[in-house]
């Protein structure tokens, strides 16, 4: 569950898609997708997800790492089960 955003992560995101797509797929960047998550993002663990044995549901964290599809080449390579990546508070 989204805990709080920083417009100036997806900003910053944004700009990084922009160059990726230029130098992946020789184009401009499609009008801006918008995702559940983005990195930077902090949140809260709902769903019973174990870590280490550990049930993590409650902890917060930060997103590190969030896998979309583009709507391009990505959906092809997006096959993780977790496609979400959070560093937990200590």
Same mark, same amino acid.
């Given at each position: 569950m989204l805990v709080d955003?920083? &417009?100036e992560d997806v900003t910053a995101f944004m700009e990084k898609e922009r160059t990726r797509w230029d130098i992946v797929y020789d184009e401009e960047l499609p009008d801006p997708? *918008?995702? &559940?998550f983005y990195p930077? *993002?902090? !949140? &809260?663990?709902?769903?019973d997800i174990k870590v280490k044995e550990l049930d993590a549901r409650g902890m917060q964290g930060t997103v !590190?790492?969030?896998e979309f599809d583009d709507g391009f080449e990505s959906c092809?390579?997006?096959s993780t089960a977790c496609p979400l990546t959070v560093m937990l508070d200590a």
């Open positions: 955003r920083k &417009e997708y *918008d995702q &559940e930077g *993002d902090r !949140v &809260e663990i709902v769903n !590190v790492h969030f092809q390579t997006c």
